[in-house]
């Protein structure tokens, strides 16, 4: 006699799988606090532009509304300085949507100055210390290439 109990298919939903991805890509070197700080600030870009990245607003039991989130998960990855410029060109050469942030962010204390530090330099000069990036899988994949998962 088999002790397998048997799984109703017809009620359990399938996995979802996207063909879309978001991911940030976090230089290797910075400090824990630097990787939180530059990760949120990278998504909020995404989800301020692209409302189809984000899904509906949560209700909790008691019918207290929070705001709504990535309808996806955020992938984080990590690399070296040079896996940085890399991806920054490949999403660029394939006009993906991005945010960056360059090590001069660390130094200003609003968005104001944060949009003129980016604005001074150069796009091959940008000291990039994190890049975001959303587009589909495949493509987000290449603009990827070199980076690992963060631990």
Do not use: C
Not at 39 to 44: D, E, G, Q
Request: no cysteine.
């Amino acid at each position: 006699m088999s002790s397998t109990i048997p799984l109703d298919t017809a009620s359990s939903p399938a996995p979802v799988r996207f063909d879309t991805k978001i991911a940030v890509l976090l230089r290797a070197d910075l400090e824990p606090w630097q990787r939180l700080n530059v990760t949120a600030f990278l998504v909020s870009g995404l989800g301020a532009t692209l409302p189809e990245v984000v899904g509906e607003p949560y209700e909790d039991a008691d019918q207290v509304a929070y705001l709504p989130m990535f309808r996806q998960p955020v992938l984080v990855f990590q690399g070296e300085k040079e896996t940085l410029k890399a991806a920054h060109e490949r999403a660029l050469s394939r006009a993906l949507p991005r945010a960056v942030f360059t090590a001069d962010l660390f130094a200003t204390g609003n968005d104001r100055d944060n949009r003129a530090a980016v604005r001074a330099v150069p796009t091959a000069e940008l000291d990039l210390v994190g890049l975001s990036v959303y587009g589909p899988r495949n493509a987000v994949d290449k603009v990827l290439k070199g980076a690992r998962m963060h631990p």
